[in-house]
């Protein structure tokens, strides 16, 4: 969150959405550049209908600068009357990845991470098996083996949410993870969770969306990323992606194509949130790509 | 339907399906062949799971060969117990356009028929307004206003039967008729009917899918073909599309970038059925493409 | 471009580029909310390597304002090093059609406008062919039959830099026009010319690039919108799009796919055009979408 | 090439081409049901201009049958006049890896194939560099460092197919190998190798494609697998891909965006090869998928 007192430059990037009024965007930017910023990107969008506007905007500044100090740039936006979140660009955000059995998405976001595309810290992997246990090892990566069973799911969330707290941790991804988070957890995490479903939501929510799809005759098969919320499968949509299936194609085919559509389509939606570029509004998102 | 007594060439198209054996791409083949025709294109597939067998068998044979003559092969074809359709690839399919205000399918399926792109003859236009008539007329396509009023429905369809009947249609297309057909009207129906629903089905069904996807805050617009059946954007699917689309689409923008979508989508499943491309089993397609 | 001294609101769109320097966000939006305009949309990149600015700024002000005259606008951005073009959102471009025999891209384009998608007037349907002469007429658009014979091309030329000069024309779009427009006809042209090449350029620059398309193998073929620049197929590209072919496919069903990716992409560009959302910068395009 | 004596079944894939001729579909078919063997698949298509016809044909036999011994049918469609290859679908190729630095196709491919999706065997890893040595070591893969220094290019190649033919190598996959393998290796060698080239052929063939596609401006960039032939870049097309980009997006970011090209389309080549799918003929490919 910004500005500390020394001499290097900062970069800071500021979420901003109100009702709509004139001179915004003179102002916002305005504001930044009397104060010793350069805006590097500004990019705004306008409901017309609602009468919302949403600003993405990213500046550097020499450390003396008022505009180096994210709180002070908070404070001036919310008296504009907007909501606004503003980030250091140079933070890392700590990431937990939640695993069951299948790695595909696993090794895909670690993979990435490893090669220097994702501005973030993985701490921790947590799974309620121990299958990828050598895998995260392997990595380097601290595994937390948390079971669910049957009647002590409370249990384990309980676990989960107390080790989150332990570790600091400001996002979860669910990359496969086979269980659904209650209600409860979700309304107590102190981070948003970033999940990926293997359909094209709305069409087949909930369980074994592949059978499904098979069933149904569907031409497109597709893979959706959302941010978990209280109702199962109906967050606000990150991204999204579909492939081509024929009646070739078996429930075990669709299988298999949908597991790359699922790795490209939750690595897009990761990085835009690391990036500052997912702005939430009401059940949907806009993405400032 | 085919096999004129005269000597020139025939060539014909077989859809076949039934409980897999083995020897059946030996046996058709061979008939065929042993018979005087000469095979242009044959495709197979197999569900393995359900254990049917799948064909589209395309060839020419000189009018004295028994292969020549459709119902002989579709005899052929029920003793080895599969269901068949014997098509001549030279009949021109009789297609009906049922259309309302919107034009954009209309203009589109017209203009590739007249292109030579279609081998049918479009020979009614149906509607239940007067705003395309004129279009339709510069066309040179006969237009029958077919009002449908509150109360009156079953007249209409009614009179709709009734003409489809005197007309010989073969196919009815409804590029964006804003009526739903009844389950009694596709029940007397001797002709299947081609739908374009503006969503990537199962996802909005029914009314104002534009609408429905713009509240929904999904990242794909979609637009599915398929066969009418008495439950609502339930039938076969024949072809499926989608479109990126963003927060910055209105629900304007999502409805105009979905005509281009609806326009591709329907005109890809009316060459396929008009190829006798499009096998119907189950509530699901083969296509064969 | 703007600014009678009436009393109803005008909209304005500026697009300006230029070496890049603090500031530039504040200064231009701050210039017109204090004279009186409000933003309804401002798109900024940078060229971080070649350090230059772009930005797409739309505005509404009352007639009163000093926001309100573009060639105000205009000199302020001078003033700041910009290259800048300013335009009244409210006026229709005049535009021209150049056709040979080819007619897909041609009604498609007329079709889109006459269902009031595109902010312009076509004033003029110009070929080298007499073909199309009763379609254009079926619109109600003047048709300008201009030959264009072996030997006597710079002629034809003459005659069409004069008719549209005449008419006021102010852009040119190749709707599949079967000639190559000679660099001098380019420099003298007052206007821009966009084009559609049926291939993904640079693959297959040049004549039948279906045809090269067949030959090499490739598994997709593409379309390119571009502005017409003396070096043929090689002019700043504003759209392209792709789909998939496969062995099946002969010349004749390239072509045909090709045609729908002609009318798609070359529709998309003209529509971008129009909405002054393409800055062009060298030998590359600005597309603020 | 199968039939041991033993009691299982055998499942054979053969792909065969030849001047094409009446009957064809029913004497292959006839042929492998008569002497004992089921049809699985059976795709087939002509090149009617050509007059060449294309098929791969998959069945299952006991052992005892004579459609087991792939060299007796191979035998009986040598007779036809056909080329033809027969492979035992049961038999693990034995694949190398040419690696140099960049990883990201590399672990996409081991990753694929330790999950269970390749019927094939790594023996090898074969690299330039020692970078990606502790990576291999980790999957548990042989590594071989052959370096490649100026002048000394002919001894690593003579080195490299000595090796090959040590191992058995039956596949040579280049997962962005970044060196030219000559003619000369190309010639000798007793294997196909698949490349994996970073631009949508024939646009930007050579070296730095996604500088040349950030020069030129394109609207998408791609990613091309092929069989390496001794011209550079310019060998039959297996799979493409494309993904859309903007001015936004640095040459930095199109390499990144490029990788998921560059893997997912390596991966369907690979199968698709792995799988007897591709049949090569002259400088283009004909893909049973």
């Given at each position: 969150m910004s500005s500390d007192?020394?001499?290097?430059?900062?970069?800071?990037?500021?979420?901003?959405?109100?009702?709509?009024?004139?001179?915004?965007?003179?102002?916002?930017?305005?504001?930044?550049?009397?104060?010793?910023?350069?805006?590097?990107?500004?990019?705004?969008?306008?409901?017309?209908?609602?009468?919302?506007?949403?600003?993405?905007?990213?500046?550097?500044?020499?450390?003396?600068?008022?505009?180096?100090?994210?709180?002070?740039?908070?404070?001036?936006?919310?008296?504009?009357?907007?909501?606004?979140?503003?980030?250091?660009?140079?933070?890392?955000?700590?990431?937990?990845?939640f695993v069951s059995k299948?790695?595909?998405?696993?090794?895909?976001?670690?993979?990435?991470?490893?090669?220097?595309?994702?501005?973030?810290?993985?701490?921790?992997?947590?799974?309620?098996?121990?299958?990828?246990?050598?895998?995260?090892?392997?990595?380097?990566?601290?595994?937390?083996?948390?079971?669910?069973?049957?009647?002590?799911?409370?249990?384990?969330?309980?676990?989960?949410?107390?080790?989150?707290?332990?570790?600091?941790?400001?996002?979860?991804?669910?990359?496969?993870?086979?269980?659904?988070?209650?209600?409860?957890?979700?309304?107590?995490?102190?981070?948003?969770?970033?999940?990926?479903?293997?359909?094209?939501?709305?069409?087949?929510?909930?369980?074994?969306?592949?059978?499904?799809?098979?069933?149904?005759?569907?031409?497109?098969?597709?893979?959706?990323?959302?941010?978990?919320?209280?109702?199962?499968?109906?967050?606000?949509?990150?991204?999204?992606?579909?492939?081509?299936?024929?009646?070739?194609?078996?429930?075990?085919?669709?299988?298999?194509?949908?597991?790359?559509?699922?790795?490209?389509?939750?690595?897009?939606?990761?990085r835009w949130h690391l990036?500052?570029?997912?702005?939430?509004?009401?059940?949907?998102?806009?993405?400032?790509?």
């Amino acid at each position: 969150m910004s500005s500390d007192n020394n001499t290097t430059d900062t970069t800071l990037v500021a979420l901003l959405h109100g009702h709509d009024q004139p001179g915004l965007v003179a102002k916002t930017s305005g504001w930044i550049y009397e104060n010793g910023g350069n805006i590097l990107h500004a990019d705004q969008h306008r409901d017309m209908q609602a009468e919302i506007f949403f600003q993405r905007i990213e500046w550097t500044a020499t450390a003396k600068g008022l505009a180096s100090d994210g709180s002070l740039f908070r404070r001036f936006a919310e008296s504009l009357g907007m909501n606004v979140h503003v980030a250091d660009a140079s933070h890392r955000t700590r990431v937990a990845i939640f695993v069951s059995k299948f790695d595909h998405c696993f090794h895909d976001l670690v993979l990435r991470w490893k090669s220097g595309d994702y501005p973030c810290d993985i701490i921790a992997v947590v799974s309620n098996h121990r299958d990828l246990e050598p895998a995260a090892k392997g990595y380097g990566l601290p595994y937390y083996h948390i079971p669910v069973t049957a009647g002590a799911k409370a249990a384990a969330e309980s676990a989960q949410l107390d080790l989150m707290a332990k570790l600091g941790v400001e996002l979860v991804i669910m990359a496969r993870y086979m269980q659904v988070l209650s209600a409860d957890f979700l309304g107590k995490a102190a981070f948003p969770v970033i999940n990926i479903h293997h359909s094209f939501l709305p069409a087949f929510a909930g369980g074994k969306p592949y059978h499904q799809a098979h069933t149904r005759g569907v031409k497109l098969i597709g893979a959706t990323a959302h941010y978990a919320t209280p109702v199962l499968d109906d967050g606000p949509i990150i991204q999204q992606d579909v492939a081509r299936v024929t009646h070739r194609h078996s429930v075990g085919d669709l299988i298999r194509k949908g597991r790359d559509l699922e790795k490209i389509v939750l690595a897009q939606a990761v990085r835009w949130h690391l990036d500052h570029r997912v702005l939430i509004y009401g059940n949907k998102t806009v993405v400032f790509d």
